[in-house]
């Protein structure tokens, strides 16, 4: 099948890019409200920029249910400059799954799903207790990407702490994945273990070695 996205709705774009790029990591991501409630969603919308400074980028979908039409999460991080990723892994999916519901904006999840929070070390929103990664971040810009429903807006943020359990982490910064055991997403209520890693040592062009 050929598909020309110019002959489709927003809706059946979304269905098929969010099968095609899989899986998807998921920044569960933790902001505090101005009344002090710690909020927390998830977001597949996300990815590694690069590492010099250390970046990450989480894209906020349009939202048609509210009348500024943002999520909590982008209202938040963009009054307070600064959220936390929480790296999803097991055996958090259904605590994941569970904050993602609608709630009302000004409740916390986190209290609603009785999760503890853990003070962060460079900003003041707080950590999952239950994350075994958190990164601390400040976003840096806003890059709005389209118009009305379907559009977005991404954020790029620089990561300005990160906490790692010490069973994951060895004295050369290597995160074994094996025990971190992370979960991916993938399309409708689809996602992914993480229990089979291989590796493929990547090759060297002849040229480049002379």
Known sequence: MEIEPARHQPKELYKLLIACVVPRPIAWITTVGPQ????????????????????????????????????DTLVNLRRT???????????????????????PRGVSETEALELETMPAKRVATPRLAVAPIALECVPVREVPVGEGPGSATLVLAEVVHL????ELIDERMRIDLDTLRPIGRLAGNRYCYVREIFEIERPRHRAATR
């Open 36 to 71: 002090g409630a710690v909020n927390l969603a998830p977001f597949s919308f996300f990815n590694a920029v690069c590492s010099s400074p250390p970046t990450v980028s989480v894209a906020f979908s349009y939202n048609p249910d509210t009348a500024d039409h943002c999520k």
């Open 81 to 103: 400059q600064e959220f936390v990723v929480n790296v999803v892994a097991e055996p958090n999916e259904t605590a994941m799954n569970a904050s993602s519901a609608d709630y």
């Open 163 to 166: 906490t790692v359990r010490d």
